[in-house]
Antibody, heavy 121, light 108 residues
Framework: EVQLVESGGGLVQPGGSLRLSCAASGFTLSSYLMRWVRQAPGKGLEWVSSIVGGGASTYYADSVKGRFTISRDISMNTLYLQMNSLRAEDTAIYYC??????????????WGQGTLVTVSS | EILLTQSPGTLSLSPGERATLSCRASQSVSSNYLAWYQQKPGQAPSLLIYGASNRATGIPDRFSGSGSGTDFTLTVSRLEPEDSAVYYCHQYGTSPLTFGPGTKVDIK
């Protein structure tokens, strides 16, 4: 059974950093493209970042480029999102999601339950 | 960036009725890489349709998707109480990936 469990969210001050983790089970990260998608409180969905199954290519939304870094540890089967220089507008529930295939052009078919990041002083 | 517009914003229907949700893209969606998600309060989104018309695993056949290019439709043929949710369209063919603002479906 595919499971994705996010952790690492919390309250952080503007300009601070957080690292989110997404522990995957039931499949191998290296075989699928993985994504982070966020949802501000009461708002819609926003794609944040993707990493292809082989890990060679990563992609970012303009709103986080240069501040966030996606990575994964195949041995731990865990996906990460390092978030630096956090802003109030980064406040959201962050979901990790598995895609249907190893590369792009496939939608996310499994999502974690999300972890809440709140950026506030 | 491909902007997705969804209509109506809210749909209020009775059980057994048919729901028709629209998604319009600001430019053609590459190879019909268009998906529909259902999100219930407090839950993560759940994949319903991908490739504009392919049902995801386990999705009942009363959910169907259609369309191409810039105009797409999600149809729920016979609404059930558990279909009360927000429905998002999503294009995954062109970076940046984008989502529509959602259509809220209320079951009376």
């Amino acid at each position: 059974e595919v499971q994705l469990v996010e952790s690492g969210g919390g309250l952080v001050q503007p300009g601070g950093s957080l690292r989110l983790s997404c522990a995957a089970s039931g499949f191998t990260l290296s075989s699928y493209l993985m994504r982070w998608v966020r949802q501000a409180p009461g708002k819609g969905l926003e794609w944040v970042s993707s990493i292809v199954g082989g890990g060679a290519s990563t992609y970012y939304a303009d709103s986080v480029k240069g501040r966030f870094t996606i990575s994964r540890d195949i041995s731990m089967n865990t996906l990460y999102l390092q978030m630096n220089s956090l802003r109030a507008e980064d406040t959201a529930i962050y979901y990790c999601a598995k895609s249907l295939s190893e590369t792009g052009h496939s939608p996310a078919d499994y999502w974690g339950q999300g972890t809440l990041v709140t950026v506030s002083s | 960036e491909i902007l997705l517009t969804q209509s109506p914003g809210t749909l209020s229907l009775s059980p057994g009725e048919r729901a028709t949700l629209s998604c319009r893209a600001s430019q053609s969606v590459s190879s019909n890489y268009l998906a529909w998600y259902q999100q219930k309060p407090g839950q993560a989104p759940s994949l319903l349709i991908y490739g504009a018309s392919n049902r995801a695993t386990g999705i009942p056949d009363r959910f169907s998707g259609s369309g191409s290019g810039t105009d797409f439709t999600l149809t729920v043929s016979r609404l059930e109480p558990e279909d009360s949710a927000v429905y998002y369209c999503h294009q995954y063919g062109t970076s940046p990936l984008t989502f529509g603002p959602g259509t809220k479906v209320d079951i009376k």
